[in-house]
């Protein structure tokens, strides 16, 4: 590692987090794409990415980089999630997708992360647009077999997905592959991808080449997760992306799921390099309590409250990248800043966002992150709308109502429903649900999401 103003020496790294120097297995690189086509041509797959003439895009590039293990990739320790891409009219504004990832590029961000299920399909496209406007070896692209619906499940459905995949994309190799969302039941992962010859049938792509990183997204019952790293020695998994943040740290438990902690400790202890989504849970940890923000911000006034989620996932040195869904250039920006370099949090640091999350965490939210996958509601309902809205009246303690005895009972009471009121508009309301439990299948999360929204409405009803 080079020793300028950028390097963070590995020992001064671990030490700043409060992590053992055994327990760390990833190397943090600072200088872009240098070195990237020596290791290639000691481990590669293929040569995507790793050409001997690479160049950093930017001389000045200050972001950090993370190594791969297996194909030895310098990935961009900031990745671009292209699930929630700039929209203009409903559709994708690809003029502007093309200046955020042309201005990724060019401070070094170099990993791209979609799926067939994003945007109706058509973030793949819009990303294939975009990145085939660069040379090939700037990129690494990540996709996922998103065959969420049953009558996908044949391997003949699933390799037309997949295929369609490298059309979009325009590409002739696809970097990092997922098995997408695996999360419901055993039952449910048999049949999407064990019995039906899936995952066999990717295995056999990595082996051609077609496939340079294989691994899943996990969202769910942990049950599936320890089935699948019980694989590893006949698998041999390349990455696994996990849902991660100082919050689900230590409370992501659910009926199905468990904290994150467990997922990172159990990948670490694999030695399988993690991919982090949800690093500001849906957004939840860039609008703090205001007391908790304050707090934050009075410790580092010229950081925003996003970037204590981001340095806290990227002070963990077994993760591989961080995806954010940069919708608005002012956020790519911001996040850019933040990752170039990375400033690791320290003991302190880490001890406060504990105390954060401790707070946050006290009054149960709905674990929506925003992801969309249950948008349409064939009812007009705007459900991750209605869940933002509670979950900031819980954030900000207007929830969960005193008794009602007490003497703010009421004011409360009337608070709720009156910026429920203001904030979403009436054919948006829970009142609208039908209980159709159309969205139950497409929720990652495995949220009761009728259940719920019958709490709002019942909070709100009783304030007409």
Same mark, same amino acid.
């Given at each position: 590692?080079?020793?300028?103003?950028?390097?963070?020496?590995?020992?001064?790294?671990?030490?700043?987090?409060?992590?053992?120097?055994?327990?760390?297995?990833?190397?943090?690189?600072?200088?872009?794409?240098?070195?990237?086509?020596?290791?290639?041509?000691?481990?590669?797959?293929?040569?995507?990415?790793?050409?001997?003439?690479?160049?950093?895009?930017?001389?000045?590039?200050?972001?950090?980089?993370?190594?791969?293990?297996?194909?030895?990739?310098?990935?961009?320790?900031?990745?671009?999630?292209?699930?929630?891409?700039?929209?203009?009219?409903?559709?994708?504004?690809?003029?502007?997708?093309?200046?955020?990832?042309?201005?990724?590029?060019?401070?070094?961000?170099?990993?791209?992360?979609?799926?067939?299920?994003?945007?109706?399909?058509?973030?793949?496209?819009?990303?294939?647009?975009?990145?085939?406007?660069?040379?090939?070896?700037?990129?690494?692209?990540?996709?996922?077999?998103?065959?969420?619906?049953?009558?996908?499940?044949?391997?003949?459905?699933?390799?037309?997905?997949?295929?369609?995949?490298?059309?979009?994309?325009?590409?002739?190799?696809?970097?990092?592959?997922?098995?997408?969302?695996? =999360?419901?039941? +055993?039952?449910? /992962? #048999? &049949?999407?991808? !064990?019995? *039906?010859?899936?995952?066999?049938?990717?295995? %056999?792509? @990595?082996?051609?080449?077609?496939?340079?990183?294989?691994?899943?997204?996990?969202?769910?019952?942990?049950?599936?997760?320890?089935?699948?790293?019980?694989?590893?020695?006949?698998?041999?998994?390349?990455?696994?992306?996990?849902?991660?943040?100082?919050?689900?740290?230590?409370?992501?438990?659910?009926?199905?799921?468990?904290?994150?902690?467990?997922?990172?400790?159990?990948?670490?202890?694999?030695?399988?390099? =993690?991919?982090? +989504?949800?690093? /500001? #849970? &849906?957004?939840? !940890?860039? *609008?703090?309590?205001?007391?908790?923000?304050? %707090?934050? @911000?009075?410790?580092?006034?010229?950081?925003?409250?996003?970037?204590?989620?981001?340095?806290?996932?990227?002070?963990?040195?077994?993760?591989?990248?961080?995806?954010?869904?940069?919708?608005?250039?002012?956020?790519?920006?911001?996040?850019?800043?933040?990752?170039?370099?990375?400033?690791?949090?320290?003991?302190?640091?880490?001890?406060?966002?504990?105390?954060?999350?401790?707070?946050?965490?006290?009054?149960?939210?709905?674990?929506?992150?925003?992801?969309?996958?249950?948008?349409?509601?064939?009812?007009?309902?705007?459900?991750?709308?209605?869940?933002?809205?509670?979950?900031?009246?819980?954030?900000?303690?207007?929830?969960?109502?005193?008794?009602?005895?007490?003497?703010?009972?009421?004011?409360?009471?009337?608070?709720?429903?009156?910026?429920?009121?203001?904030?979403?508009?009436?054919?948006?309301?829970?009142?609208?649900?039908?209980?159709?439990?159309?969205?139950?299948?497409?929720?990652?999360?495995?949220?009761?999401?009728?259940?719920?929204?019958?709490?709002?409405?019942?909070?709100?009803?009783?304030?007409?």
């Amino acid at each position: 590692m080079k020793n300028d103003a950028h390097d963070v020496s590995r020992r001064d790294f671990l030490r700043r987090m409060g992590i053992g120097v055994g327990t760390a297995v990833t190397a943090m690189v600072l200088d872009p794409f240098e070195g990237m086509a020596e290791t290639g041509r000691k481990k590669k797959r293929n040569g995507v990415g790793q050409t001997p003439d690479s160049e950093p895009l930017h001389p000045s590039a200050g972001m950090t980089y993370r190594i791969q293990h297996g194909t030895g990739d310098r990935v961009s320790l900031l990745g671009y999630g292209m699930m929630r891409l700039p929209s203009r009219d409903r559709q994708i504004d690809q003029d502007m997708v093309n200046q955020e990832v042309d201005y990724a590029l060019e401070h070094g961000v170099n990993y791209f992360d979609t799926s067939p299920g994003y945007h109706g399909g058509r973030s793949e496209v819009a990303m294939g647009i975009a990145l085939s406007r660069h040379p090939r070896d700037k990129y690494l692209v990540a996709t996922k077999m998103s065959n969420f619906n049953r009558n996908d499940w044949t391997l003949e459905r699933s390799k037309q997905m997949y295929e369609g995949s490298f059309r979009k994309l325009q590409v002739e190799v696809i970097d990092y592959y997922l098995l997408h969302s695996v =999360a419901g039941s +055993m039952d449910e /992962l #048999r &049949g999407r991808f !064990l019995d *039906n010859g899936v995952l066999d049938f990717l295995l %056999e792509e @990595r082996k051609a080449g077609r496939i340079r990183n294989l691994g899943f997204s996990h969202h769910g019952d942990v049950r599936v997760f320890d089935h699948l790293l019980s694989m590893q020695d006949e698998v041999h998994w390349d990455f696994v992306q996990i849902q991660m943040n100082y919050l689900d740290w230590r409370h992501g438990k659910s009926s199905r799921n468990t904290d994150a902690e467990y997922l990172y400790n159990k990948l670490d202890k694999l030695g399988i390099q =993690a991919v982090i +989504m949800e690093p /500001l #849970r &849906g957004g939840r !940890l860039a *609008n703090l309590p205001d007391e908790a923000a304050k %707090e934050l @911000r009075e410790r580092r006034p010229d950081d925003s409250i996003a970037s204590w989620a981001f340095r806290w996932v990227g002070s963990h040195p077994n993760v591989l990248t961080a995806l954010s869904g940069m919708t608005t250039m002012e956020v790519l920006k911001e996040n850019v800043r933040t990752f170039s370099p990375l400033d690791p949090c320290n003991a302190d640091e880490n001890a406060l966002l504990e105390r954060v999350a401790d707070s946050v965490a006290g009054f149960p939210t709905v674990p929506c992150t925003a992801c969309n996958y249950c948008m349409p509601c064939p009812y007009g309902v705007d459900i991750p709308g209605n869940f933002a809205y509670y979950n900031k009246a819980v954030d900000n303690h207007l929830l969960p109502l005193p008794d009602k005895s007490a003497p703010e009972y009421a004011e409360r009471a009337r608070q709720f429903a009156e910026g429920y009121r203001q904030t979403l508009p009436e054919a948006a309301w829970a009142t609208k649900c039908a209980d159709c439990e159309a969205c139950l299948s497409k929720c990652p999360q495995k949220i009761r999401i009728p259940n719920q929204l019958g709490r709002i409405v019942e909070l709100t009803r009783k304030r007409r």
